[in-house]
C-alpha cells in the first residue's frame, strides 16, 4: 500500500476547506434571503393593516348610507301611498 504523501494530504484538505468555504457562503446567501423575505412579509403586514382600517371605515360609511336610504324609502312609499290614494279619491267623488 502506498504511503500517501504530504502533498495529496494537504490538497484533501484543502478541497474539504473549499467546499466548506462554499457551504457558507451558500448559508449566508439563505440568511440574506430569509431576511429579506422577513422585510417584505413585515411591509405586507403593515399594508393589509392599512387597506384593512380603509375597509372599516367604508363598511361604516356604507352602513350610514343604507339606512339613510332605507329612511328615504319609507318616505317616499308614504308619499306614493298619499299620491294614489288622493288619486283614488279623486276619483271615486268625481263619480266614476
Known sequence: MPRVTQTERLDRI???IDKMSEAIIKLARVEEKIADLE???EE???RLN???GKIDKIDTHV???VEKVAVM???SWFFI???V???LSIVVKSGF
Open 73 to 75: 324609502q319609507k318616505i
Open 44 to 46: 405586507q403586514h403593515d
Open 39 to 41: 422585510e417584505r412579509r
Open 50 to 52: 392599512k387597506l384593512s
Open 63 to 65: 352602513t350610514s348610507l
Open 14 to 16: 484543502e478541497d474539504k
Open 85 to 87: 290614494t288622493t288619486g
Open 81 to 83: 301611498a298619499a299620491f
